[in-house]
């Protein structure tokens, strides 16, 4: 059994707190990814603005303690939210050539900057919507649907060496049927990438997941996702792990427990490959982008830890049982 590996967003902010850093790596991550700080609105606000400061803390304060960092993400494919894209891109007047030039240059600057620290990077993030259609933004629109193969070129042409993921949500379910038309667009765009040699080197599996879903990752089907994606030689990671609970639906602790028992299926499955990790969105609830109400963490507003917790982290030593976090 090779060792789980486990990492967990954290923003620049929770980097610069020595605490945070040992809850960190007192759950068992060994890694960490910026939360946003990457975002291309974030990080390159403007045609020659870069901020590069707050990735820049994450990584010295995370290196600095052994932990790794991984990148995210390099371009999402989301249309009008500033954050993720902003306004000099979205709004500029472009051609095909200028923006794939644009693109190239994005890229290019934040993988080397960060080549000696960040070996894996989420390229390009959430380019499909449900129907399984092409996004509808910027880069969509002026360069077609190959602006992802060049995003891919481009980080690989920046850094050889770096793993390079596509990442996406809602693609945990379908291998066995039920009609996940984003599913199906991600597997057939990236089974032409390893055809073609485009250097695509993985799949994120956000799971970012609701245990009220029907499509809930289950013991048969999750399984044969991930097959679906080992069959191409990608590796696969789950990136971005959260589980809502819906308090008001039953025993707080059976669904505590039933949120530690997607997480153990989701992580056994996971960890049978090589090259697989898991990536929490969130260590405690109180931080969880989704709110405390979702409880969707695997350590509660207190920093208890919850069954999800144990679930991730099995043999780690020196932590509390998890019962005590049962409410
Ligand atoms: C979220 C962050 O957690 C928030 O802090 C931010 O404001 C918005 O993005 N898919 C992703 C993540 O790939 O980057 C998102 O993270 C959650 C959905």
Request: net charge negative.
């Amino acid at each position: 059994m090779m060792t789980p590996i486990r990492l967990t967003c954290i923003t620049a902010r929770q980097a610069e707190d020595p605490s945070y850093l040992r809850h960190v790596a007192g759950s068992g991550c060994t890694g960490v990814v910026p939360e946003y700080e990457q975002q291309w609105g974030q990080i390159h606000p403007a045609p020659d603005t870069w901020n590069w400061q707050p990735t820049d803390t994450i990584v010295q304060r995370a290196t600095a303690i052994g932990l790794t960092v991984e990148g995210h993400c390099l371009v999402w494919g989301a249309p009008d939210y500033p954050d993720l894209m902003p306004a000099w891109v979205t709004r500029g007047s472009w051609t095909r050539d200028a923006l794939l030039a644009t693109l190239q240059d994005h890229i290019t600057r934040i993988v080397h900057r960060y080549a000696d620290r960040i070996h894996t990077w989420r390229v390009v993030n959430e380019a499909f919507d449900d129907t399984g259609a092409r996004r509808d933004f910027v880069l969509q629109q002026v360069i077609g649907d190959d602006w992802i193969e060049h995003a891919f070129r481009y980080a690989h042409a920046a850094d050889p060496t770096a793993t390079l993921l596509y990442n996406e949500y809602g693609i945990e379910w379908g291998a066995l049927g039920g009609g996940n038309h984003k599913y199906d667009a991600v597997l057939a765009m990236v089974r032409d990438f390893t055809d073609r040699g485009v250097p695509v080197h993985g799949i994120g599996l956000q799971c970012h997941l609701d245990l009220q879903y029907p499509s809930l990752p289950d013991e048969h089907d999750f399984p044969a996702v991930v097959e679906s994606f080992r069959d191409l030689g990608l590796r696969v990671q789950t990136t971005e792990l959260d589980i809502r609970v819906d308090r008001s639906a039953a025993e707080p602790s059976t669904l505590l427990r039933n949120q530690g028992l997607v997480t153990a299926l989701v992580c056994r499955t996971i960890d049978a490959h090589p090259g697989g990790s898991v990536c929490v969105w969130g260590l405690s609830d109180d931080t969880n982008w989704l709110g405390a109400a979702a409880a969707a963490a695997p350590y509660d507003e207190r920093g208890r830890p919850k069954p999800m917790a144990d679930a991730l982290a099995p043999a780690t030593p020196g932590r509390q049982p998890a019962d005590r976090a049962v409410r």
